[in-house]
């Protein structure tokens, strides 16, 4: 039986659908030994998942620094922080890179964040919004993507918390969590159906929304997860 995957998925049938929850090992790190024994550790992996997250800022004229590095495999998730240890040697070496594929969405607003903080040369990124054009999706955000070719939910809540707290709470070390590793599920699952053809592409007239992606804006600054 075919996949069935839609060109635009509407965003009001995501409230009904099953959650995912990033289901392995959390690992936070907050020394640079740690990190650089996690970076040992991920680089030894066939492919990861990687996101961000930076702290909302509600104040105009206020911007955050990026708090967290999240960089996933299939069965466990290092949480980077990096308000406390910043962007160390080791975590250089693993965005510098070139060996291990590293699947994230929207990267140049990842890239664009840590640049502020260290200037670095991106290695081996695969970024899913330009992956996905190939299957006729023209949606590009993480939830939508994931919904429409999984039938489960990301549940965005935790988003706007404060990342640069003291010790994260569990419900932001699975947010945070989930987004990465739901990166590399995407990755497979499309790259399955790219091989095998073994899909249909629903094309659906929906209402095109005013920017090309999900959208919240906190003082100017926009994420596109």
């Keep these: 039986m075919k ?3 839609y060109s635009k ?3 009001k049938e995501i409230k009904d659908l099953p959650r995912v929850i990033f289901p392995g090992r959390i690992v936070v790190v907050k020394t640079a030994e740690g990190a650089s024994a996690a970076v040992d550790y991920l680089l030894q992996s066939d492919i990861l998942g990687i996101d961000t997250e930076t702290r909302p800022s509600f ?3 206020i911007r955050h620094k990026v708090a967290l590095l999240q960089v996933s495999t299939r069965e466990v998730c290092f949480l980077f922080r990096l308000n406390i240890i910043g962007i160390t040697d080791s975590i250089i070496r693993l965005l510098e890179d070139t060996s291990v ?3 994230g969405l929207s990267l140049h607003d990842d890239f664009r964040m840590l640049n502020k ?3 670095f040369k991106p290695g081996y990124f695969i970024d899913l919004q330009d992956y996905v054009k190939d299957l006729g999706i023209h949606d590009l955000s993480l939830q939508k993507l ?8 990301i549940v965005k809540r935790e988003q706007l918390t404060n990342w640069e707290n ?3 709470t569990d419900k932001q070390k699975r947010y945070a969590s989930t987004d990465a590793w739901t990166c590399i599920n995407l990755y497979l699952k499309m790259k399955e159906l790219k091989e095998t053809g073994d899909y249909k592409l629903v094309e659906n007239d929906l209402e095109p929304s005013n920017a090309p992606f999900d959208t919240v ?3 100017a600054e926009i994420t596109t997860k």
């Design 3 to 5: 996949t069935i995957l």
């Design 9 to 11: 998925f509407d965003k």
């Design 59 to 61: 104040k105009k004229g």
């Design 101 to 103: 594929p590293k699947i």
């Design 117 to 119: 903080r260290v200037t």
């Design 146 to 153: 994931y919904a429409n070719v999984f039938g489960e939910k």
């Design 166 to 168: 003291t010790e994260l």
């Design 217 to 219: 804006e906190v003082n």
